[in-house]
Nanobody, 124 residues
Framework: QVQLVESGGGLVQAGGSLRLSCAAS????????MGWFRQAPGKEREFVAA????????YYADSVKGRFTMSRDNAKNTVYLQMNSLKREDTAVYYC?????????????????WGQGTQVTVSS
């Protein structure tokens, strides 16, 4: 079992930055692909970013490409999401997730473990 706890959310003005953290416990995340997803009110959960367990290759949704950067620190058992140039449409609850196996990085149903989420609100 892997327990995931997100932090770093909050209220920020459009154009600002936030860094989300996801701390894992229970097992090392070094063997898991890790992902960030978000869910806005009335919308489905959507893929934001993912990082492979091997090689650190990252994937991003088109809507955040060039603005968000995902990274991992296996020694700290933590992943991060640096969010720059935030827009109002980035407002959502952000979830961290972990999965084993290959591929399907953008599919939430393929992830085995989820955190409780952290709220990000971007004001104009």
């Amino acid at each position: 079992q892997v327990q995931l706890v997100e932090s770093g959310g909050g209220l920020v003005q459009a154009g600002g930055s936030l860094r989300l953290s996801c701390a894992a416990s229970g097992r090392t995340i070094s063997v898991y692909d890790m992902g960030w997803f978000r869910q806005a009110p009335g919308k489905e959960r959507e893929f934001v970013a993912a990082i492979r367990w091997s090689g650190g290759i990252t994937y991003y949704a088109d809507s955040v490409k060039g603005r968000f950067t995902m990274s991992r620190d296996n020694a700290k058992n933590t992943v991060y999401l640096q969010m720059n140039s935030l827009k109002r449409e980035d407002t959502a609850v952000y979830y961290c997730a972990a999965k084993s196996g290959s591929y399907y990085y953008t599919a939430p149903e393929k992830y085995d473990y989820w955190g409780q989420g952290t709220q990000v609100t971007v004001s104009s």
